[in-house]
T-cell receptor
Framework: DSGVTQTPKHLITATGQRVTLRCSPR?????VYWYQQSLDQGLQFLIH???????AKGNILERFSAQQFPDLHSELNLSSLELGDSALYFC??????????????FGPGTRLTVL | DAKTTQPNSMESNEEEPVHLPCNHS???????IHWYRQLPSQGPEYVIH???SNVNNRMASLAIAEDRKSSTLILHRATLRDAAVYYC??????????????FGKGTHLIIQP
């Protein structure tokens, strides 16, 4: 158990819909990262938040957005869903923003299926 | 981040040592070498990282070549639970720490009982 929690575990929805995925980082971790894992693209970094502020963007679509709240939990919002958005979505947390060597702790993921 | 090259798959027997290689010929002087693994149906899990010297922890050892262009993750006594995809990742230390991890395809490690 990494200490990172994600809800829901599974989500099934239809094309065109909007969903929200939730992540609670480990106690004390200020950084939250979101990743997408699909069969064709592998594991890809989407976005990073540190203490409520966006710090970096990866391969995140404009239809996707995220935020980190004062209690440090984060939400990833996916809108206008397409079949290709079906994937596993992981969040990870880490302690320090500046230390590139710091390890990331991953949650169990949310499996999104778009029908 | 610089690119890494790993074999697609490797097979080993239970209770034997496993050496997982990673080539990173374009590594820069401040790149850290990280290893993560992903067990079936789970999120990635941190294994170990290093910069120049060899490193040991309770999970594994990391041997880094003197020129740092390659490294080897060593599992001293593989168990069935070590069957996973292992990712070798370089992280540039140039300040900021903002970027996420760049995962390649990794090495699928198969452990035979």
């Amino acid at each position: 158990d990494s200490g990172v929690t994600q809800t829901p575990k599974h989500l099934i929805t239809a094309t065109g819909q909007r969903v929200t995925l939730r992540c609670s980082p480990r106690s004390g971790d200020l950084s939250v990262y979101w990743y997408q894992q699909s069969l064709d693209q592998g594991l890809q970094f989407l976005i990073h938040y540190y203490n409520g502020e966006e710090r970096a963007k990866g391969n995140i679509l404009e239809r996707f957005s995220a935020q980190q709240f004062p209690d440090l939990h984060s939400e990833l919002n996916l809108s206008s869903l397409e079949l290709g958005d079906s994937a596993l979505y992981f969040c990870a947390s880490s302690v320090v923003r500046l230390a590139r060597a710091s390890e990331q702790f991953f949650g169990p993921g949310t499996r999104l299926t778009v029908l | 981040d610089a690119k890494t090259t790993q074999p697609n798959s490797m097979e080993s027997n239970e209770e034997e040592p496993v050496h997982l290689p990673c080539n990173h010929s374009t590594i820069s002087g401040t790149d850290y070498i990280h290893w993560y693994r992903q067990l079936p149906s789970q999120g990635p899990e941190y294994v170990i990282h290093g910069l120049t010297s060899n490193v040991n922890n309770r999970m594994a050892s990391l041997a880094i070549a003197e020129d740092r262009k390659s490294s080897t993750l060593i599992l001293h006594r593989a168990t069935l639970r070590d069957a996973a995809v292992y990712y070798c990742i370089l992280r540039a230390y140039s300040g900021g720490g903002a970027d996420g991890l760049t995962f390649g395809k990794g090495t699928h490690l198969i452990i035979q009982p």
